[in-house]
């Protein structure tokens, strides 16, 4: 698993450096809409139920404000409305800005 060695927010982005010198550029509403969170992705019980997740993918305006590292393995962001439950694995955040 590669880590991110700089983050920045560029303009309208968050833009990543990683270890390999890969540099990602991630839209702030691409971001928000792709959280992992339970709230936004939902969850499902041990029944196949889904809780969550049937709210808006779509966040026109949203800015990320800030962000912290979890462990050694994700970063938590803090958005504009409110929304910071996501944790966003290493692979998981290269993953997304590769589509």
Known sequence: MLAPV??????EEV???WEDGLESYLPFEKLRAASPSA??????????TQ?????????????VLGWE??????IRFD????H????????????LAMT
Not at 39 to 48: H, K, L, P, T, V
């Open 84 to 95: 910071n439950s996501g944790l966003y694995s290493y692979d998981y955040l290269r993953a």
């Open 69 to 74: 590292r979890v462990g050694n393995y994700a």
């Open 6 to 11: 700089d983050i920045q927010l560029i303009g």
């Open 51 to 63: 809780y969550g997740g049937g709210g808006s993918k779509k966040f026109p305006g949203v800015t």
């Open 39 to 48: 709230s936004n992705q939902g969850e499902r019980d041990i029944f196949g």
């Open 15 to 17: 833009a990543i450096r």
């Open 79 to 82: 958005f504009s409305d409110g």
